[in-house]
């Protein structure tokens, strides 16, 4: 790979500083892996003020091609182009009008718009922890690997030169987010050298996901300036027993928020327990074998294995947090999903084992599709984590 670098005086001389009267408009789709985002531009003669004021857009993939739409869904300011230009999440849905094999919106949507789920008012809150690499996937400020390696923590929300590492692509993804239109609540660097996060949220229904989504495309797209490798990999270097990235979600509903709410929360963790072995299945693209690399037991992880919650427990499957506790209302933290976690897919299971009280979590990433009885779906997913667990 030839050695080449952003050129942003160039860049900036012709985006930034020539006069246009188009809106450039660039439409976000996520791939099938379920992990990269990709893009398209087009221009508008009138700046839109929402998804609805945008024409849906053919896209080819694979081969042999096959043809898609993109279904606009959720409308921001482009912190490139800036100006009038916008970013356009879309939806893919195939060409017999079906939704893509991995456009979990859709569900997702139709749960969190449901008449049972809109009258909870269900609340997110994504965290998104990520590792900065440099071009060969190593990430900065890592010791060589025949160098002892980093075995604590101390990285986590820590500054200085020997500690923290990226920091300048970091905060210029927050300010880019919120800029866009991103509900950021925050951030901070993680528990080993590279290793960064952000939170989405709180924010009601699919609008979370939607926004996270967002920001991981302005996290990929501003890597390209930096010269970096963003990755969300919840092993970035498998063979280590040392960094992890996971992809917590934390859900309030409505009576959780309100007073003696810790009664629900409780009853939420009783069903979640129910559901544990295949809802791992869903907390990563590989079906739970990404995972699995993660949940050992240790640095802030529960063993795959076990099912189990506390009271500002980090090494627990289900974290209560002190103050929610205190308070005897709020919200519960998942700790189960991974960094590459889909957060439609985790957010509407988690709506319909909470809220509506299924005990079936369906597994898109199986080779089936996740279609058949429920209860083929749970033993083929069970299964394979015992497998796997006899193997680490």
Request: glycine share 8%; proline share 7%.
């Amino acid at each position: 790979m030839g050695e080449w670098r952003w050129n942003k005086e160039l860049h900036s001389r012709y985006v930034h500083e020539l006069p246009v009267r188009k809106v450039l408009v660039e439409y976000i789709y996520v791939d099938d892996d379920d992990v990269s985002v990709h893009s398209k531009c087009r221009t508008f003669d009138e700046v839109p003020q929402s998804a609805e004021d945008c024409p849906m857009w053919r896209i080819a993939v694979h081969y042999p091609v096959e043809n898609r739409f993109l279904k606009p869904v959720a409308l921001y300011s482009d912190p490139f182009r800036r100006g009038s230009h916008k970013l356009l999440l879309c939806d893919v849905y195939n060409d017999d009008w079906t939704p893509s094999k991995r456009n979990f919106r859709k569900q997702c949507d139709d749960t969190m718009t449901s008449p049972e789920v809109k009258k909870v008012a269900p609340w997110f809150g994504l965290e998104q922890e990520y590792t900065i690499c440099d071009k060969t996937g190593y990430p900065i400020g890592w010791p060589p690997s025949s160098h002892p390696q980093p075995v604590d923590p101390y990285h986590h929300e820590a500054n200085g030169t020997n500690k923290t590492f990226g920091r300048d692509l970091y905060e210029s993804h927050l300010f880019a987010c919120l800029y866009a239109g991103i509900n950021i609540s925050g951030g901070n660097a993680e528990a080993f050298p590279g290793q960064w996060e952000f939170q989405v949220g709180p924010s009601e229904g699919t609008r979370a996901s939607d926004d996270l989504w967002t920001a991981r495309y302005i996290l990929y797209r501003m890597s390209e300036e930096f010269g970096l490798v963003v990755t969300l990999a919840p092993k970035p270097l498998p063979a280590l027993n040392i960094g992890a990235c996971g992809g917590h979600v934390n859900i309030s509903t409505k009576p959780m928020r309100e007073d003696r709410g810790i009664k629900h929360i409780e009853a939420a963790i009783k069903r979640l327990e129910k559901t544990h072995l295949p809802f791992l299945g869903i907390c990563d693209p590989s079906g739970g074998l990404d995972n699995v690399q993660r949940l050992k037991g240790w640095f802030c992880t529960a063993p795959y294995q076990q099912f189990c919650w506390g009271i500002e427990d980090r090494n627990a499957t289900i974290r209560i947090p002190r103050l929610v506790a205190d308070d005897g209302k709020g919200y519960l933290e998942d700790r189960r999903p991974a960094s590459n976690f889909d957060p439609y897919l985790v957010t509407g299971a988690l709506v319909r084992i909470i809220v509506l009280g299924e005990t079936i979590v369906l597994n898109p990433y199986l080779s089936a599709g996740g279609k058949g009885n429920g209860k083929e779906v749970v033993d083929k997913v069970a299964d394979s984590l015992q497998q796997m667990c006899s193997f680490n």
